[in-house]
């Protein structure tokens, strides 16, 4: 490749798969213990809160 630093970029792009899929993965289980919470007759309003925050970083960190 002609430009400098090109064959580096290319690198951290096809690095950043697996990344993308243990964040989507663990979005995901986050959601569904998140559902599960939700769903006992009594929830944790303290852990769906701490649920709810840790899907939204991940979330922000998935548009990054």
Known sequence: SGKPGAAS???RVMNAAPVLARLQRRHAELDA???REM???AP???LVAALK???LR???RLKT
Do not use: V, W
Request: glycine share 6%; net charge positive.
């Open 33 to 35: 213990e998140l559902r």
């Open 9 to 11: 970029a290319r690198g």
């Open 44 to 46: 944790d309003s303290l």
């Open 53 to 55: 925050r840790r899907k």
């Open 58 to 60: 991940i979330k922000d």
């Open 39 to 41: 769903n006992r007759p």
